[in-house]
């Protein structure tokens, strides 16, 4: 096999507003898919597990068995830490790990778990590949993305429509895939597996305060985090579109009728034993 590719750029970073997102995560809204497949004394691998919600909920979940969580952001891992402390868990563990290339020997883990990660790697069939070796015979490897171009909303507020084009233009730019969640199903068989569920899931904000919410994070997003600086050094837009832009999102959270949804695609590929 060639040697991996390198991981594309981590379109969003770490700033506050991005985590603010990220913590909201559990294993109930972001893994239901998989929840039924668990099994009390599983060794679970967490791939890009961020700052470690949905791991903690995963060990868990195992409570006899073992989660690593991985990530190749040092710095997030700390976080990912504190939060498996703060519950007090202690069959978790994490790492610095890159998908392409995982440090783990062939057939150690039952389930391999990554929740929004494909969408952001330079190489997501070798990364399939990665995933599917590390993982067991019989075992089961678990992916859920988001569908940028599959998101809708209601009502159409101007200017939306232009986050979502810049968000794609910067999203490619960088190496990746936005709308991965379509994808996931293709990527799994050129990754050599057969046995693959395919589903998707949805993230529906639609009560003032998931409205404010939200709302309130993509546009601070767009004006502070690591997307909005690689929005502005790529040339995809200036101060001028990155204002308008958080604008559009804070009067679509003022809009009684508002509705936002967020399609993701789901696999559940099971390893020939």
């Known amino acids: 096999m060639p040697e991996p590719r390198e991981t594309a750029v981590y379109t969003h970073g770490h700033h506050e507003s991005?985590?603010?997102?990220?913590?909201?995560?559990?294993?109930?809204?972001?893994?239901?898919?998989?929840?039924?497949?668990?099994?009390?004394?599983?060794?679970?691998?967490?791939?890009?597990?961020?700052?470690?919600?949905?791991?903690?909920?995963?060990?868990?979940?195992?409570?006899?068995g073992r989660v690593t969580g991985v990530d190749r952001a040092p710095e997030i891992l700390e976080q990912a830490r504190a939060t498996a402390a703060g519950r007090g868990l202690t069959n978790v563990d994490f790492a610095v790990a890159d998908v392409h290339a995982l440090d783990y020997r062939d057939d150690t883990f039952c389930v391999v778990?990554?929740?929004?990660?494909?969408?952001?790697?330079?190489?997501?069939?070798?990364?399939?590949?990665?995933?599917?070796?590390?993982?067991?015979p019989g075992g089961i490897v678990a992916v859920r993305d988001a569908d940028y171009g599959a998101m809708t909303w209601y009502p159409d507020v101007r200017g939306l429509d232009a986050w979502l084009?810049?968000?794609?233009?910067?999203?490619?730019?960088?190496?990746?895939?936005?709308?991965?969640?379509?994808?996931?199903?293709?990527?799994?068989?050129?990754?050599?597996?057969?046995?693959?569920?395919?589903?998707s899931g949805?993230?529906?904000?639609?009560?003032?305060?998931?409205?404010?919410?939200?709302?309130?994070?993509?546009?601070?997003r767009t004006l502070a985090s690591a997307y909005a600086e690689r929005a502005r050094l790529g040339g995809h837009a200036d101060d001028g579109d990155l204002r308008a832009v958080a604008e559009a999102w804070r009067e679509w959270g003022t809009r009684e009728d508002g509705w936002f949804s967020v399609l993701h695609g789901e696999i559940l590929c099971r390893k020939e034993a």
């Open 18 to 64: 991005v985590l603010r997102s990220h913590t909201w995560r559990t294993a109930a809204n972001s893994a239901a898919y998989l929840v039924p497949s668990l099994k009390p004394h599983m060794k679970i691998l967490d791939v890009g597990c961020g700052p470690g919600t949905i791991t903690a909920d995963l060990a868990a979940l195992a409570p006899d």
């Open 165 to 199: 084009d810049l968000y794609h233009r910067v999203a490619r730019a960088n190496g990746g895939e936005p709308d991965a969640g379509r994808r996931l199903k293709a990527w799994a068989r050129q990754a050599g597996f057969t046995d693959i569920t395919a589903t």
């Open 113 to 136: 778990h990554a929740h929004q990660v494909l969408q952001h790697v330079g190489d997501p069939v070798r990364a399939l590949h990665e995933m599917k070796r590390v993982v067991r």
């Open 202 to 220: 949805t993230w529906t904000f639609t009560t003032p305060e998931e409205r404010a919410w939200w709302s309130g994070l993509w546009a601070d």
